[in-house]
């Protein structure tokens, strides 16, 4: 299954793994890919759901200021402030300022989950556990 491997810079390939052809919805499990580097997480965070997840088709941001690798910025579509990596900002062919893909949750973790990091700075890392796209403020350990 195509979780925009191909197209989104943060895409997966993801995969649905039935034991057998009469699997009930419990026994199915799912894997995905990345090729982003991967840790592991030495602390437990409590998950929070997005206030905004920031989609190709309502894009479009004011830039605020900018520092240690983040930009402050205001979405247009809904007025909401909020920090983004800069690497995730890229001006469109009308001058205008977009923001590729972006979702300001916290991943729910537990000690010895693994993260795939997207964007590391001092104050943490933007990444995915279990294919779910958001910030970990705790420590990380290698894989």
């Not at 309502?58 to 910025?73: A, H, I, N, T, W």
């Amino acid at each position: 299954m195509d979780g925009g491997c191909g197209l989104k810079e943060v895409g997966q390939l993801n995969a649905l793994i039935f034991p057998d052809r009469d699997a009930a919805m419990e026994e199915i499990e799912w894997e995905y890919q990345d090729e982003f580097p991967v840790v592991t997480a030495l602390d437990g965070q409590e998950g929070r759901p997005a206030s905004l997840y920031i989609q190709y088709f309502d894009s479009q941001v004011e830039r605020l200021e900018e520092q240690d690798g983040m930009v402050r910025c205001r979405h247009l579509g809904s007025g909401i402030v909020l920090w983004t990596p800069s690497s995730f900002l890229y001006l469109a062919d009308d001058e205008s300022w977009h923001v590729d893909d972006y979702s300001d949750a916290l991943l729910e973790v537990k000690p010895g989950d693994r993260i795939s990091v997207v964007f590391r700075n001092t104050g943490g890392c933007y990444g995915k556990s279990n294919g779910v796209l958001g910030w970990y403020y705790g420590r990380c350990g290698a894989c």
